[in-house]
């Protein structure tokens, strides 16, 4: 990745239910990556939002009972509101139905596929899923139901407009045979080749004003709806200004430097094959990398606004405290592009049996001696093995980076604190500590404190260098760790450590543990 300006986003969930800990997932994945790459000295702009015109909330605010426009914006403040509280850097949120760029945005886009010709009218009837907001031939169904959410699917008939898509295909094959375009996992961008390999067929891009019930962005000219992906994907642009002042889509997009986006593996081909080809008609640049993650599961199902098992992300972080026990679940017990199961349980041994005794038992306990034999003022730190081995750690977890791999960074730092507390415990110097406390030979003096000046110190040094580490991770934690050890916060990773002579403060645990 270059050291010029890198564009990050998330995908934009649909409103028509609260959010759940799947998409939390997402946020904290892409959030670490915004905050890894500011450290390396990149200028990133970071990107959230709402998807609020679909089909889907358009029903549920009927269920509800509800104005669309009432539901939709009390759905979009709680998913707006996670990302605060789960610490997530985001510089723009883009809500899609009350964001006037936007429209400028989706009209400015149509009018430019439209100018290539890429756009054109057609009767169309077709199997349609309103929870994907995608037609499927019948081919692509699970027992005739739809693949991805196991529900029948809807017979549609209309007159829309389409979108070239197979006009395309063999240029995106091509980007992604290349790696032009960087598809992250490889078994992920297996599949989108797979996809691409077949026919493609045109798609539809708008909606007609009776099924949409005329919520949505209108089509220029037109009584119809534009389609909500057209829509929803745009909004990547919105944020920088496309269509309207655009000087953060010069640098941004247009200009040089990386623009990543994070999404989830049910929504690939909208993003690896529409989105491309929608930027290719449109003469934009394209994005360089799409990261592909998995599905958080309970019990090995697919967690989902509609499935009944939703679990409240809003609710575990205000049960902890901090934001710092559902991010690191989320990024080391989930493996990036896999799914995997989450349980309050395992979530409750992660926080006691990982963060509490791992680094918040080594950490209150280091600092208490500190405390104790020099006055919370750190000794020299020697140069040792175990300095130097330190040392080595943030080049580890940037390596974890590169290969989309956040659940390995995040367990190498906890494999170097498992190390740290084994050389602790070897160095006991809790027993030189209480041998200062009584009548020790002025010989045998010196040596102790030196024996355990170097042992704090080096303990002092390794956690620093956690405190680093974690920084993309659990910021919430690493800030404070950085304050507890006397550090000043760093502007980027190469920022030296001056641990010689910092006060420390002991007074407040890390990760105190939680009584049930």
């Known amino acids: 990745m270059s050291s010029s300006a890198t564009y990050i986003t998330t995908s934009i969930p649909y409103v028509n239910a609260a959010?759940?800990?799947?998409?939390?997932?997402?946020?904290?994945?892409?959030?670490?990556?915004?905050?890894?790459?500011?450290?390396?000295?990149?200028?990133?702009?970071?990107?959230?939002?709402?998807?609020?015109?679909?089909?889907?909330?358009?029903?549920?605010?009927?269920?509800?009972?509800?104005?669309?426009?009432?539901?939709?914006?009390?759905?979009?403040?709680?998913?707006?509101?996670?990302?605060?509280?789960?610490?997530?850097?985001?510089?723009?949120?883009?809500?899609?139905?009350?964001n006037p760029s936007h429209v400028a945005c989706v009209h400015h886009l149509w009018k430019a596929c439209a100018s290539s010709g890429d756009l054109y009218r057609r009767s169309y009837e077709g199997l349609y899923c309103v929870g994907c907001e995608e037609f499927y031939n019948p081919s692509e169904l699970d027992d005739g139901r739809c693949p991805e959410h196991g529900v029948p699917l809807e017979n549609v008939k209309e007159e829309n407009w389409f979108f070239r898509l197979s006009r395309y295909r063999d240029r995106i094959l091509e980007l992604v045979e290349t790696d032009t375009l960087k598809i992250v996992p490889s078994h992920r961008r297996n599949e989108v080749l797979a996809l691409l390999r077949r026919d493609l067929v045109d798609i539809s891009v708008s909606r007609g004003a009776e099924r949409s019930r005329v919520w949505g962005i209108p089509v220029p000219g037109g009584d119809e709806v534009v389609y909500v992906w057209f829509d929803a994907l745009a909004n990547y642009l919105t944020g920088l200004g496309y269509g309207s002042d655009e000087h953060l889509f010069e640098r941004y997009w247009r200009g040089e430097g990386e623009r990543i986006h994070v999404v989830g593996k049910g929504i690939s081909k909208f993003h690896a094959v529409y989105w491309v080809a929608i930027l290719l008609s449109a003469g934009l640049p394209l994005p360089s990398s799409i990261l592909i993650h998995g599905y958080v599961t309970v019990d090995g199902r697919k967690i989902g606004k509609s499935a009944g098992n939703g679990i409240d992300p809003e609710r575990i972080i205000q049960a902890y405290g901090t934001p710092d026990a559902l991010r690191y679940y989320l990024l080391r017990h989930v493996r990036c592009s896999d799914d995997g199961d989450f349980s309050?349980?395992?979530?409750?041994?992660?926080?006691?049996?990982?963060?509490?005794?791992?680094?918040?038992?080594?950490?209150?306990?280091?600092?208490?001696?500190?405390?104790?034999?020099?006055?919370?003022?750190?000794?020299?730190?020697?140069?040792?093995?175990?300095?130097?081995?330190?040392?080595?750690?943030?080049?580890?977890v940037a390596r974890a980076f590169e290969k989309y791999e956040l659940h390995v960074g995040v367990s190498e730092i906890f494999a170097f604190l498992g190390e740290a507390n084994r050389q602790f415990t070897k160095r006991a110097p809790w027993a030189d500590a209480k041998a200062l406390s009584g009548d020790l030979p002025p010989e045998d003096r010196q040596t102790t404190?030196?024996?355990?000046?170097?042992?704090?110190?080096?303990?002092?040094?390794?956690?620093?260098?956690?405190?680093?580490?974690?920084?993309?991770?659990?910021?919430?934690?690493?800030?404070e760790l950085h304050a507890k050890l006397g550090l000043q916060l760093p502007e980027k990773y190469g920022d030296r450590i001056l641990l010689d002579g910092a006060k420390t403060a002991s007074e407040a645990v890390l990760f105190p543990r939680r009584v049930a």
């Open 344 to 396: 309050e349980d395992r979530l409750e041994a992660a926080w006691s049996g990982e963060l509490a005794a791992q680094l918040g038992n080594l950490t209150n306990r280091v600092l208490a001696l500190l405390a104790t034999s020099f006055g919370g003022i750190v000794p020299p730190v020697p140069d040792c093995d175990f300095v130097r081995g330190a040392a080595k750690l943030p080049s580890t």
């Open 449 to 479: 404190i030196d024996r355990l000046s170097s042992s704090l110190a080096e303990q002092a040094f390794g956690l620093a260098i956690v405190a680093r580490c974690l920084l993309p991770f659990l910021p919430t934690a690493a800030t």
């Open 19 to 98: 959010p759940h800990v799947g998409f939390a997932l997402e946020l904290v994945q892409a959030d670490a990556y915004a905050r890894h790459l500011r450290l390396l000295g990149h200028d990133v702009r970071f990107q959230c939002g709402t998807d609020d015109n679909s089909l889907k909330n358009v029903r549920a605010a009927e269920v509800a009972g509800l104005p669309v426009s009432e539901f939709v914006n009390s759905n979009a403040d709680r998913f707006e509101r996670l990302g605060v509280q789960l610490n997530i850097s985001n510089d723009e949120f883009v809500r899609t139905s009350n």
